[in-house]
Structures are given as structure tokens and as C-alpha cells.
């Protein structure tokens, strides 16, 4: 459909299919043209679509690259009967996407307080949001350390997360001093590897901390974001609240702050 005959929400606008990169049977990323005159802040997520019968079809995504990067970045899941995702996943390059032009969101460095240390806890496409994160000079200016944990069930679901790392320092902003300032941990549930079982259990064993040879959690010095199943958060959520981590919001900053990484 020719993008002249639509009449689009105000709210929207297509945008270019750059790159898709498939890494594994269920996971997809792909990079976009930016409209002219969007601005979001790292880690926002914004509504992202495409049209079926001349109607825009949307989901929530988080961008998955930094605020000031020319394109946008995503990451994304395929259901198999998915509305959009079973379309989404057959994109290619110069194919048109709608892309939402009200970003939103909690997991932004503005609705922490101050800290020493950064954690950002994933699982699955929740590592999306803190891909932009990790790319934004910003959240170096306000945390000394950040500490990145990523759980996935099987291992080829971590591959997005580590290339992510892998090449952190080819980043034109933050790539000389990035990698030397983030702890990465990669956790699998459902397969034998390196680290095993959900980042709960690895909190509450301590596994995390001393694998990473880092301090436990301190909720004076600490700041903490989630972004994962709703299963996930509240699990994290009960622990950290249990050692004084507060929850903030884009009203009120505090310690820690969580996004579900989708809708069940
Ligand atoms: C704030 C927010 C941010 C989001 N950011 C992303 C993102 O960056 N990348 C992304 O892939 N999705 C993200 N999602 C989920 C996304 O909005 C859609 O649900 C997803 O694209 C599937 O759309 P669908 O129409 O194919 O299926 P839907 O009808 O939306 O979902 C069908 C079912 O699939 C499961 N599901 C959906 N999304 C996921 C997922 N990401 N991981 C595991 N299971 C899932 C759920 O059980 C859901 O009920 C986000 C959701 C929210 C609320």
C-alpha cells in the first residue's frame, strides 16, 4: 500500500526498514529511520506498528538504541500467532514501519536518585530498554558502575545481549570507557551454562555477587531498574524491598524502577 493513500493518526508516522537480524527462532532486531523531529530519552518505550487492512495495528517496544543515535533501534519477540509479531517478523530492508511519536516510560536514569551503582535486571526482550541505556553517556555521568544482568531459558537466547557487549566498544560515544565500567551476567533457566537458575535465586544465594566478585546490594549506595515478566518484577520487587530499595516514578525518583517487558 502506498503510503500517500493512508491517513494516518497525527500520533504516527512510517518509517524505513534499515536492518533485520534474526538470532534465533523466536527473536528478531531490527533498525529504523528516526523521524526528524522525535526526541525520547533512553530507555522509553514508544508504540510501534504496521498497517493490516489500511488500520494501523500497534504494540508497545522500547527503543533498544541510545537517545541520540540517528535511527532506532528494536528487539523483538515472534509469537507464532501473534497479530503483529507474526507479520513484524517478515519485515526487510526499505519495507515501512509505523512508528508511535509519544515515547513513555519509567525506566529512565532522570527517576533514579543519585547512586554509585547501577543495576538493570532482564529477561528476555526486557534486556531492550537497557540497550539504550548502556549506550547513553548520561547514565555514566550519574553511575560509576553498572551491573547488567541478563535471563533467558536457553543460552542462543542470550546471543543479542552478549554481541551487545561484544561490541560496546565500537560505540562513537561511550565505547572507550563503557566496557570497563559495566559487569555483565548472563543466566539461563531451562539449559546447563556458565550461570543457572532465575536471577532471584542468584540474588538470594549470592551467586550473582560473588561471581561478579561485587558488593550485595546496598540501597544507600545502589539504584536498581527491572524489565521482565510480571513473575520477575515482583519476585526482584520483594527482595530489594525487603533491604530498602523504594519505588520511583517520573513523579517521584527513588531507588528503584520497573517496566514489564510485555503484557500477559
Ligand atoms: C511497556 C512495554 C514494552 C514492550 N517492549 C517490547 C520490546 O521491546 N520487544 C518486544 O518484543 N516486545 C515488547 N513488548 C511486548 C509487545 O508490546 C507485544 O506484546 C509483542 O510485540 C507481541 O505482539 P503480538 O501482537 O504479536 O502478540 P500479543 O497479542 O501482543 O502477545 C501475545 C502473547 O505473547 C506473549 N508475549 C508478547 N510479547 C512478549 C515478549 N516480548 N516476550 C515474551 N512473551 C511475549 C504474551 O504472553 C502475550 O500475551 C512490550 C510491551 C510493553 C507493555
Redesign the pocket.
Known amino acids: 500500500m502506498e503510503p500517500e493513500a493512508v491517513n494516518l493518526p497525527k500520533t504516527l508516522t512510517l518509517e524505513k526498514v534499515q536492518d533485520v537480524q534474526h538470532w534465533t527462532e523466536t527473536l528478531f532486531s531490527f533498525r529504523t529511520t528516526r523521524p526528524s523531529a522525535f526526541r525520547f530519552r533512553s530507555g522509553e ?1 514508544i508504540m510501534l506498528g504496521l498497517l493490516k487492512n489500511g488500520k494501523p ?1 500497534l ?4 527503543v ?1 538504541s541510545p537517545h541520540w543515535d540517528d535511527g532506532l533501534n ?6 507464532q ?6 507479520l ?1 517478523q517478515h519485515i526487510k530492508p526499505t519495507d515501512e514501519i509505523l512508528i508511535g511519536k509519544k515515547p513513555t ?1 519509567t525506566l529512565v536514569i532522570d527517576n533514579l536518585i543519585p547512586a554509585k551503582r547501577l543495576f538493570l535486571l532482564s529477561t ?3 534486556i ?2 537497557f540497550a539504550s541505556l548502556i549506550r547513553d553517556p548520561d547514565t555514566y555521568d550519574k553511575f560509576d558502575r553498572i551491573i547488567l544482568t541478563h535471563t533467558c531459558r536457553n543460552a542462543k537466547e542470550l546471543r543479542y545481549g552478549e554481541h551487545l557487549l561484544d561490541t560496546l566498544d565500537q560505540d562513537p560515544l561511550v565505547g572507550e570507557f563503557a566496557r570497563d565500567r559495566i559487569k555483565y551476567f548472563a543466566s539461563c533457566t531451562r539449559e546447563d551454562y556458565v550461570n543457572s537458575g532465575r536471577i532471584t535465586t542468584l540474588m538470594e544465594s549470592k551467586e550473582l555477587f560473588e561471581k561478579l566478585s561485587i558488593e550485595d546490594l546496598n540501597s544507600e549506595t545502589d539504584a536498581i531498574m527491572i524489565c521482565g ?1 510480571m513473575g520477575m518484577i515482583d519476585d526482584v520487587r520483594k527482595i530489594i524491598e525487603n533491604v530498602g530499595f523504594v519505588e520511583g516514578s517520573n513523579a517521584t525518583p527513588a531507588s528503584y524502577v520497573i ?6
Request: aromatic content about 16%; hydrophobic content about 40%.
Open positions: 518505550f495495528l504494540r508497545a517496544y522500547s533498544a528494536f528487539y523483538s519477540i515472534k509469537v500467532d501473534g497479530p503483529l509479531t507474526s513484524l516510560g528476555g526482550t526486557g531492550a530498554p515478566s517496566e514489564k517487558a510485555f503484557a500477559e
